[in-house]
């Protein structure tokens, strides 16, 4: 089974500008959550889809945004970027109703310039 | 405010010794906890878990201690091998909110050869 993918890897942006990153779930999880990496502060949670609908939502401004699509691939955006937002983003998922565990991807690597 | 919270940002061990990774935590409403590790490029892997319902869990070289009434648990790799190198993470959820895991800053472990 294929695990959780993420694109871009990598992306440079400038302040001011928006940015969207994608995540692919497990096949079979329907619940997606989206994490911020940085130096020294762990992961912290940003927030969680299911069917389409945001369950959860962490301490982040209203720049940060989300999606789930019927597939339930999801997507975050930024908007207004800020040099603070450089960070690795990362998503997991996970099947509802099991354990806790969830499932992570590589992450999209976000500098701002 | 880190609900929870790895105190040591880093560790070394020679190959063939224990690791002993620890974790507090404030909430008392978390009632299941897992560790992660992760390596550089890579999204976190789950290791293993325990639920607030027991004390100890293990899993090959991975044992996870769970001292509720210290609101304090531990990761023990027993023998730590050099592939074992990695930052590891400390995840706590509660009840009421299962699908928000609460990320600790890490641990760097190092394993020398």
């Known amino acids: 089974k294929a695990g959780v993918t993420q694109t871009p890897r990598y992306l440079i942006k400038t302040r001011g500008q928006q940015v969207t990153l994608s995540c692919s779930p497990i096949s079979g999880h329907r619940s997606v959550s989206w994490y911020q990496q940085t130096p020294g502060q762990g992961l912290q949670f940003l927030f969680e889809y299911f069917s389409e609908t945001q369950r959860n939502k962490g301490n982040f401004p209203g720049r940060f945004s989300g999606r789930q699509f019927s597939n339930s691939r999801s997507e975050m955006n930024v908007s207004t970027l800020e040099l603070g937002d450089s960070a690795l983003y990362l998503c997991?998922?996970?099947?509802?109703?099991?354990?806790?565990?969830?499932?992570f991807g590589p992450g999209t690597r976000l500098t701002v310039l | 405010d880190q609900q929870v919270k790895q105190n040591s940002p880093s560790l070394s061990v020679q190959e063939g010794r224990i690791s002993i990774l620890n974790c507090d935590y404030t909430?008392?409403?978390?009632?299941?906890f897992l560790w992660y590790k992760k390596y550089p490029a890579e999204g976190p892997t789950f290791l293993i878990s325990?639920?607030?319902?027991?004390d100890k869990n293990e899993d090959g070289r991975f044992t996870v201690f769970l001292n509720k009434s210290a609101k304090h648990l531990s990761l023990h790799i027993v023998p730590s091998q050099p592939g074992d190198s990695a930052v590891y993470f400390c995840a706590a959820s509660d009840v009421g909110d299962s699908d928000k895991l609460v990320f600790g800053a890490g641990t760097i472990l190092r394993v020398k050869s």
């Open positions: 997991a998922s996970r099947v509802e109703g099991a354990s806790n565990e969830q499932f």
């Open positions: 325990i639920s607030s319902i027991k």
């Open positions: 909430n008392s409403m978390f009632d299941y």
